[in-house]
């Protein structure tokens, strides 16, 4: 599986922003896929996640501005962010998680969010 992350840039704060991650290869629609930031200077961590079934999790600081989909069909899965702020700045990755069977993670390259004050 590869996963191709796209859609960051620079946004002023209180801006929106839409990424778009493409897989490629099978087994998309069981995947738990995944968006993850890595600030400057800090370690990567979970934003938000979204089942094969469609329920999603957040992490507190994007509840209510962000919004993780995907569309199976079409192998993409998306993040809307809106009402960004500056501590939002950071390398987004996609990540895909094969859950049946021993687990296996697959990331993309990542995508630079920049917001500024």
């Known amino acids: 599986v590869q996963l191709q992350a796209s859609g960051g840039g620079l946004v002023q704060a209180g801006g929106s922003l839409r990424l778009s991650c493409a897989a490629s290869?099978?087994?998309?629609?069981?995947?738990?896929m995944g968006w993850y930031r890595r600030p400057p200077g800090e370690q990567r961590d979970l934003v938000a996640s979204?089942?094969?079934?469609?329920?999603?999790h957040y992490v507190d600081s994007v509840k209510g501005r962000f919004s993780i989909s995907r569309d199976n069909a079409k192998n993409m899965v998306y993040l809307q962010m809106n009402s960004l702020k500056p501590e939002d700045t950071g390398v987004y990755y996609c990540?895909?998680?094969?859950?049946?069977?021993?687990?296996?993670?697959?990331w993309g390259q990542g995508t630079q969010v920049t917001v500024s004050s």
């Open positions: 990540s895909g998680l094969v859950v049946a069977g021993t687990p296996i993670a697959y």
């Open positions: 290869g099978s087994g998309f629609g069981s995947m738990v």
């Open positions: 979204i089942r094969s079934d469609g329920s999603s």
